[in-house]
């Protein structure tokens, strides 16, 4: 065709037409308060698309990804696994990568190289992102796309280790082969939220080994299909970065600052899980109720996760129960019995839907100043 | 009027009317199993209406227990309190229950003709229930209405015990004179939820006394208001009882056999609480996912109350954190992870919105047999 | 009970602790613009209570009246029919009207006084609002009630036309007794909406002898149950007067200047009906779409009706057919058609929700500039 | 890689854990009644995916098609538009459906086999379906596409004729070319909805050219961001086919036996559209309400289009205001004052949703028996 480049702008057109009425009502977008130090940067490095043995083009996650603002995702595929090759041959393993990063260029959206190293048990899946050239990774050997990954700088962590495909029990041990991955710092990281599974057998690994604990999506549909329609949000990395960037992100990763979070569930190091939830609740309103010793005080849940909290005071609640909830985003009163008028107390809550350790929640104070 | 009986008949038929569209959308009716040996009777017996400080005609009472599928309830009139005798000087304190027995002829609901003996601290206000004339229990002094009360076989609590109205700190204690009644088995239940507010220290009272668990609405204008707009339901008496007859709802009382309700949180006696929350959660379907040791279970909440578990089993879920909610009506799967196949095992979890003394949660054991 | 007055004041308390939690999340507030010259007054003026066999106390009638936002309401008692009279003997046929008039003092509601006229055919059944004093109303013949109102000055209209209780074929005809009360100057409105009925017939009897055309509710149990759970409002009278007081709300009534609205359903006289719907929809912006002739225009509709509209312009739309609704505090976007760039247009639209007149739908005319 | 097999057999597994647990809360499954004569097929027959410039690969658009219970799609690629060919070189054309044949296997799909043929104006747009083969309609000059698809018996319609990026005033005419399609046979189908869009010039030149009606979704992106999300169904075309097959739906689209639904729009010619709407609803019950001459009728209707419907009858409506809605899946009350008895009497409403013509509703009329 001759006039092909009007044909384009013709085609280009409807997009707007569609894009303008998006309104966005599927998808909540996703917020994390920072904590002291660290940017929260939101994540989704486990993903594939028509690349590997995904169902859509990378422009659809980059989409998915800015609907719940996400500030960093990942198109990982695997590099062995083609099942659309006949259609997309593909010899450049990179293409996913490229493609992502020139749809995101109009957004504020971080695009992390990445590309998944698929063997069965007992090497199993292994993702590595911050890879700089994913072709080389492609390799016969178990060992050589680790040692290529390395030599890259590459990021690099057990995917899905309870997956019952690959390990009939759901309960994942550490081979042999990954023990020498961790001890020649070629593995770093360890998915403890895959899909719609936690495994607390993956969280002991992490603690144990010290690697750095990782909640993805794996996605290979639609984020729609699997979580939006049903209320629910994708498995997600928080990351404390020291600034909005790929470089600060990696950084982090290495350092192990990181939170999975899977809408209510928070699993990670006491080191980073307590200051984030005490960062999520902010103290509004503090003041005794008229002619009462009883303390009201109101706190709002800044985070896009619903908190449920036990408490743990010596003081007992006026017209709430122990255990609550301040759902995502909403305020809450709480009615404290202090017995005594007192200028300041320690709210103390034990957060029950977060996790240091397997059937470990941490306990956050929070200091209460009344006026 | 000459023709005022035809024009009843006139007036009659708007309510017809109005009642053909009556989709009941806004409550949910409640449901609760029986357990071994009992009928389970949903009860709500502490409410006002015009004939005290209330703002509705008896039948508005009738028609909201009906919506939420209660068994019983008692319209409970402060004797002392008539805010309305310029306009209602009703001598005849059983008028309310008289009106509310009429309006209930037509339906299944049971009535139970009651009062509420009001007085300040250190008495406090008290309800008797299956009382025979609420007239006598008028009176100067704060002991003969529970003298009268008695002499008439009534069941007595003590109401709102923590209410900072009457206790600026929120910390029920058992007065003298309310020792003293106990002593003469003129009192016997205490209300450990009231309007919004469970009551940790009213409960330990009723342990410590062994008065029976009392839950109420003490509802004042509308439960549409108060509750069901905001999707709750009122606080209610779950009382066990031999069979669905008001004799056998008293006997149930003074034998302490209640469980007190208020949406997910349910307080009780172990000996009620757990065979309840047992009956409450059917399982449906057992099988080992193929070619694995995971062991899949479907479980049912045929309860009206949301209900939060945390796992208590040596073994952890597949796809599942180990806090879970089973919502009312609705169905789960958990995923266990056996390690071996075995041909049955106990499920166990604590349910986290259960109490049977202050802080403590009943663990419950389902026996599970694989096929 | 010596310590009267502290109980009260105990008593008093539990209100406020309810009050806190009153989200009103059940019944959205009512909201129309003003037309050029007017205030619009929201107003119900036919309701009962406990007084004469309505279900409530006064006080519900006054919040029912805040929750929708309403400027103004009667409650209009049968004089002749008083089913709870064992109970409240009652003889002052003001007592509703003021305990609503005291408990309307803390908020910006206006009370109107007013009485419901009570009569089998064929006199029926009529609202004397603006009343000064029930009690003379109360009479054995049918037409002194008219001549006491007349005294008293207050506005009377004719109650439910239609009811087919009283006329089975649910086809309202003037009496030569009602054509008597307009000639005197006795009878001044009727309800074309009562409750859930429409009655054009009573619109047609509305035009035909300058009648003010009125909507109420004639509530007898709980708003909530009849229209709020089910997603409605309950009839109103818009009434548009010289300023928000009861003077001017009389004044109006008198010139007939009214709407009634029950829910998307409006209707009223041609001069009144056209300016409020013009005013109900705000142009907000315009602009033709890049590189073509097509305008773009920005409708928000301020009202608290859906607003259904058919297009009558020679133009016809992208992107939208030509019959569509505006929701109720919503925007939408219309792409016309207009073939050649203009500078203006009228847009014209047949409100299809609204009648003038049986089956008769005004068309609004609204000028649009393009810059 | 050794052991792929094996890999893939794992590979597979995550899917059926995936789709345990799709409730598919999101989209409603689309239901329309038979009409006499025909089987009513849902139909989206213009949509895109990777294989041209749509977004998903071919399994997806299989998946939502199921979801929303349509009988038969067609994967509509550009021929000449190919914005992925980088990535998916694709010589032959026909791999779009021969990927959703493969996925369709499993299912009650019927899958079309068809190509877009793309140039601008004044050819425009065409869709050619029932094609044998889509590589030969690929061709530099603008008619030989549609003599070749006559050759293989294929059905063309033309697509978007309102498109603004091709006709600026959003106009359509048809040019000469088109009439010289229509002329030989090889043009007999218009779209008259396309996406967001109804046409009503696209409707006028569908009666005057005896074109068939057509509604498409010419999805890019995901049905569920564009439809589902907003509580909205893509537009589809309703087929009357003599059976569902493929050849039943190609016969009757070439007869013309069509009409183009968008949620609660519907437009098609007279003998298609009028039978439609009269199977929609059902005549549930009939009865004089007592004692009156009021005639109560439940409708109910089994479509998935909302039915808004205005009483064209000399009777008038008690208890409904003219213009009324019958929900989707709903039923609804009608009191019709039919002013004497009747035994039967004909129910005349007109489809205000509905077009058979630019700006003409059907009136349809159901014979209602009283028993």
Redo the contacts between chains.
Sequence with gaps: ?K??R???L??S???L??GQ???H??AQALSYPDIEGYVTLKTDLHQHT??S?????P??RV?EALRENLDAISLTE?L??Q??KE????PDRN?SYQ?ALEEAKAHDLLIVHGSEI???EPVGHSNAVFITNANPLLA?DAASPFVEAKKQNAFVFWNHP?????R????PILSDFQKERIKNGELHGIEVIN???????SLQIALDNNLTIMGTS?I???I???Y???GMHRPITLVFSKNRSLEGLREALFKGQTVAVYND?LVGKEEYLRPLIKASVVIKEVSY?P????LKVTLENISSSDL?FENNMPY?F??????FTIEAGKTL?L?I?T?DIKDKINLELKA??AYTA??VHPVISWEIKVD
């Design positions: 065709m006039n092909i009007f044909l384009i013709l085609l057109l409807p997009c037409v569609i009425s998006h309104s009502t599927g028509v690349f043995d995904g169902n859509v083009w422009n659809i989409q695997h062995e696994y099942p659309h259609d997309i041959p593909h293409r493609i698929t063997r069965s016969e309870a997956w019952y495909a690959q009939p029990k759901g309960n899909t719609f599974d936690y495994s607390e057998e794996d290979h549909g639609l729609d299909w699997d939006t329609e049903k569930l109720l002619k009462t010793s009883i449920l007992s006026y017209s709430k129960p122990p255990l009163d009615q019995k017995l029950m839907g397997p059937k």
